[in-house]
């Protein structure tokens, strides 16, 4: 079930850090794509602006339509955006966070993030023990029922993304994957967010002791 604490997968998560100073270049340095060290900046140029405008036409036009099945099945759960993101780092956590660690991770207070739990574990989509080392410390773990709240929201997602790749033409299929292919290889940090199918991951049945997403009531502290 567990992954690394990717960006889970998630529509939810960016990066930051880039350096803001170019890397020293050489002119014996190959003119070809990806030479360059994973990660390193580029002054900006018109051929990399142009770029970056035409990824997000791209990109934009992606997530609008594969983030519609995800907003439709966000609206069936009721769930509130904190909610979401706390499934999230959970689901991508390599082991069961404590309340404090994860309030740390989504910039959250420590009261905001139990009282969050609290709610989340009342409609059974978490699991709140006791850490074996320090009674004191709370962890938490997801239920099957919370499991798949990322689950299907990445299943809308892949969905959205596999539509668009349906509706281009063979050629334009090809042109992108032979872009796309180099890339990915050139850098593993990305290649490591493909799903593990190309198809969307099969339901899984839902604990008795959950209540599913048509019934189940969110308490009046934590309703948006």
Known sequence: MQSTSQAPDTPFTTTSGAADTPPATSS?????????????????????????????ALASHIMRNSHKGAFETIAELDLSFSQIKTLYAIYSSEQEPCLKALAEALGMTVATMSRTV???????????????DDRRM??????????????????????????????????EAELLGAALRPLLAAHPDIAAHRPASPQAPANAQTPANAQTPANAPIPEKEKR
């Open 28 to 56: 014996d340095a190959p003119d070809t794509p990806f030479a360059t060290a994973s990660g390193s900046p580029h002054t900006s140029s018109p051929a990399r602006d142009e770029l970056a405008t035409d990824l997000y």
């Open 138 to 171: 709370k962890r938490v773990a997801l239920t099957e029922a919370g499991r798949q709240v990322p689950v299907e929201l990445n299943r809308s997602r892949l969905l959205g993304i596999q539509e668009f790749a349906q509706s281009i033409s063979d050629r």
């Open 118 to 132: 609290d709610a989340l574990v009342e409609r059974g989509f978490i699991d709140r023990t006791e850490d074996p």
